[in-house]
């Protein structure tokens, strides 16, 4: 077993993370739900795609220079934004595809700091993109747009 077919459930995630998504438009990115709240939609899906590039390409496989810097790479459109998602979604991926589950015990050095196990580290970004999602969610609410409906298993 590989774990892309472990964390199978993922693709439901990321599926309504999308549907989410596709919901918005360009000037929506600019909302934020709350005068103090921390992010606004736009930076939400930037802080998605970073997470996950960041503890897997970044931290995991060393592909990137250094974490994604935020504001760096953000798209000015809802397009950009998707696309980067999407990019970034796929590589992790077709890592996972190749990446056997009795790796899950590997430990991954962090720069700078920390030890954890490669499964800590997957599940950490699943259970962040689940909560971001929501993140989504309650703004498309607050927007008075629909959201989608994710009771189903596919």
């Known amino acids: 077993m ?8 993922w693709n439901v995630v990321w599926r309504d993370l999308l549907r989410a998504a596709a919901l918005l438009r ?14 606004t939609v736009g930076e939400i899906l930037e802080h998605i795609a970073d997470l996950e590039a960041g503890w897997i390409h970044y931290v995991v496989r ?31 991926m077709d890592y996972l595809a190749a990446l056997p589950v009795e790796d ?15 499964g800590w580290i997957l599940w950490h970004v ?12 309650l703004c498309l609410s607050l927007l008075g747009l629909e959201r989608p409906e994710i009771d189903r298993p596919s």
Do not use: C, M, S
Request: proline share 9%.
């Open 126 to 137: 699943f259970e962040q993109q689940i909560h971001h999602r929501g993140e989504l969610f």
């Open 26 to 39: 360009d000037e929506h990115l600019t909302f934020r739900p709350a005068v103090n709240y921390p992010r």
């Open 2 to 9: 590989n774990a892309a077919q472990f964390f199978d459930h």
């Open 104 to 118: 899950f015990n590997r430990i991954i050095q962090i720069p700078g700091d920390g030890t954890p196990k490669l």
């Open 62 to 92: 060393r592909k990137l220079a250094d974490w994604p810097q935020p504001q760096t790479t953000r798209p000015i459109t809802l397009d950009g934004y998707r696309a980067r998602l999407n990019q970034v979604h796929k590589e992790t």
